[in-house]
């Protein structure tokens, strides 16, 4: 008898801790959702008031410089791309919300590259360039994927959450810090491009 009262109990409390967790990974689903279809840059935002002449990982300032190897061994630095608009993502291949985005960053190097627009993918996995060459060929990228072996970016960009993207003007300045993954294909995000992208 006791036996069975003890079966009943821990049934019912099996059955309270799954309606919690469901409850819980139904709540940040549907957190990450929204989130993820906020516009990530508007036209507004990218006409940066604030022009700071230090290097800072912050909006108005010139985004730090840094030298990290891409997949093929060769040095890479940030000042390679100067004069160009650079989406600098700082990123992990075990990065669920990375995942979703890299698709939309992909459409959005081949829609924009000819004007002068570089991605820049910062992979901050520890030690295993094998991994993410896979995941390069998995997701079809082009564009450059940087290794941070030496976390000399993860250092120079203070990210509290990956994915991390930093949009950069062809001055070098920051004009946009993004947390999170987001919809990358919005018209507004067109729109903010294309209003960096113009001669000046």
Known sequence: MKSIDSKKRNFTLIKKYAAIYIVLFVGALMAF????????????????????????????YMA???????????????????????????????????????????????RFRSEGLTILAVSLDKDNDQKVRNFVEEY???????LDAQHKVESRYNTFTIPTTYVIDRKGRIVAV????????AQETFDALELLLKPS
């Not at 989130?35 to 290097?55: D, F, G, I, N």
């Not at 079809?140 to 940087?146: C, D, E, I, T």
């Not at 993004?178 to 294909?185: I, S, T």
Request: proline share 7%.
């Open 140 to 146: 079809g990228l082009s564009f450059p994927v940087l």
């Open 178 to 185: 993004v947390d999170g993954a987001k919809n990358w294909e």
């Open 64 to 110: 730090p410089g840094f030298t990290v190897r891409n997949l093929e061994g060769n040095r890479v630095s940030l000042a390679d791309y100067q004069g160009q608009v650079v989406i600098l993502n700082l990123w992990a291949t075990w990065c669920g919300p990375c995942r979703i985005e890299m698709p939309g960053f992909e459409n959005l190097y081949r």
């Open 33 to 60: 959702v929204s989130h993820y279809y906020e516009t990530p840059v508007t036209p507004e935002e990218v006409q940066v008031a604030s022009l700071q002449t230090q290097e800072r990982s912050a909006v108005g």
